[in-house]
């Protein structure tokens, strides 16, 4: 296959604690992005890291991606409740398309 | 902000149906995707399309057609409905390779 493996599969924390998710990949990219999809609901973008990138961040949310390991992390930071969701990171594959990783299932417990 | 619209949250066809999905976003982008999502299988990608009347295959367009005759629609057609088709169908646009915005999704349910 050619799509990302998040790591786990599944997240359940306290809420204030941080929650790091993990994505690798296996081909050469050109940005990596990361979504977040409430239950029944359509994907939000969250983040882009281009590949000549090697930290991001965005308020409660800092992505790092090793291009020599092919893997990519999302952090978020003091984690709430409404960060209750699952989160997908995609790569880019050729000009347009994007292929999803599985996700990760992320619960924060108040 | 960029608005992605589906015609349906919730949809119930019959087998053997002829069943239309629309999609609408409001912000002059080249791209469209029309994805399906389902447990444990994750988000495929069924077809794209680049521009006004072009489209490319996706992962599984076996069963699917699409149509886009206007920049800011794209439209996913099951030709005839299958139980197999059962599923979140997800579209979503973009400008070149930059992020995705997505529509809130059409739940479709073939019995």
């Known amino acids: 296959s050619q799509q990302g493996e998040e790591d786990p599969q599944a997240l359940s924390i306290q809420e204030g604690e941080n929650a790091t998710m993990n994505c690798s990949y296996k081909?050469?990219?050109?940005?990596l992005q990361w979504y977040r999809q409430n239950s029944g609901r359509g994907l939000v973008h969250l983040i882009l890291i281009r590949s000549n990138e090697r930290e991001k961040h965005s308020g409660r949310l800092r992505v790092t991606l090793d291009t020599s390991k092919k893997s990519s992390s999302l952090l978020i930071t003091a984690s709430r409740a409404a960060d209750t969701a699952s989160y997908f990171c995609?790569?880019?594959?050729?000009?347009?398309?994007?292929?999803f990783g599985q996700g990760t299932r992320l619960t924060i417990n108040p | 902000d960029v608005k992605v619209t589906q015609s349906s949250r919730y949809l119930v066809k019959r087998t053997g149906e002829k069943v239309f999905l629309e999609c609408v976003q409001d912000?002059?982008?080249?791209?469209m995707f029309w994805y399906r999502q389902d447990p444990g299988l994750g988000l495929r990608l069924i077809y794209f399309?680049?521009?006004?009347?072009?489209?490319e295959k996706g992962d599984i367009p076996e069963g699917y057609s699409v149509s886009r005759e206007k920049k800011e629609r794209f439209s996913l057609i099951l030709e005839s409905a299958s139980t197999n088709q059962t599923s979140m169908y997800l579209c979503a646009s973009s400008r070149y390779s930059y992020e995705q915005y997505f529509g809130p999704g059409t739940r479709l349910t073939v019995t």
């Open positions: 081909t050469s990219i050109n940005n």
């Open positions: 399309s680049y521009d006004v009347k072009m489209k």
């Open positions: 995609a790569r880019v594959q050729g000009a347009q398309k994007l292929v």
């Open positions: 912000m002059d982008h080249e791209n």
